[in-house]
């Protein structure tokens, strides 16, 4: 019988390959038609391999699905930079590879990233959510995120609203 092993662990530099690749197709599938195509370009190009070993080298909190060896999606995570909302924690990115969404592994990293919070002093956190993007919009209110604040978000000539989410 063959068993898979499933795990949530701290990123290590090895991942950031995978890691950006999962950055990749999952903002491509997130924010397509959402961002203006060349802002989305941009944006990904961004955070390739050398972006994400630097994050890992420099201790960012960073999680990862690790699933038989592939990551499977990634959680970044540390104090609430909105110092005008009360919640201590943020969850600064949650993205999973398009083949690994709708399987119950948001929920669990979103979980591993909610302890990791508590157990450092952080008992409530906050999300942002682009606006038009249904899927984590009902991502983050089914995990009982109440929405907090809107803000614009400027993408090239087009802006589009943010939404945060709270969580107590």
């Known amino acids: ?94 993205y999973l590879a398009p083949h690994f969404q709708g399987l119950g592994f948001g929920r669990k990293l979103f979980e591993a990233v909610r302890a990791d919070l508590a157990d450092n002093g952080y008992p409530s956190l906050l999300v942002w959510a682009l606006e038009g993007n249904e899927r984590a919009l009902a991502f983050y209110e089914g995990l009982g995120g109440k929405r907090v604040r809107c803000a614009p978000e400027q993408f090239g000539h087009e802006t589009r609203e943010r939404i945060a989410f709270g969580f107590e």
Do not use: C, K
């Open 1 to 94: 019988m063959d068993q898979t092993v499933i795990t949530i662990r701290r990123a290590r530099r090895v991942d950031a390959q995978s890691i950006a690749a999962v950055h990749d197709a999952a903002w491509r599938d997130a924010y397509r038609g959402l961002i203006p195509g060349r802002e989305l370009e941009r944006m990904i190009a961004r955070r390739g391999p050398a972006w994400w070993d630097a994050a890992i080298a420099r201790g960012s909190r960073l999680l990862v699905l690790d699933f038989a060896d592939e990551i499977g999606g990634y959680a970044s995570y540390g104090r609430n930079r909105v110092p005008s909302l009360p919640h201590r924690g943020e969850l600064f990115e949650l």
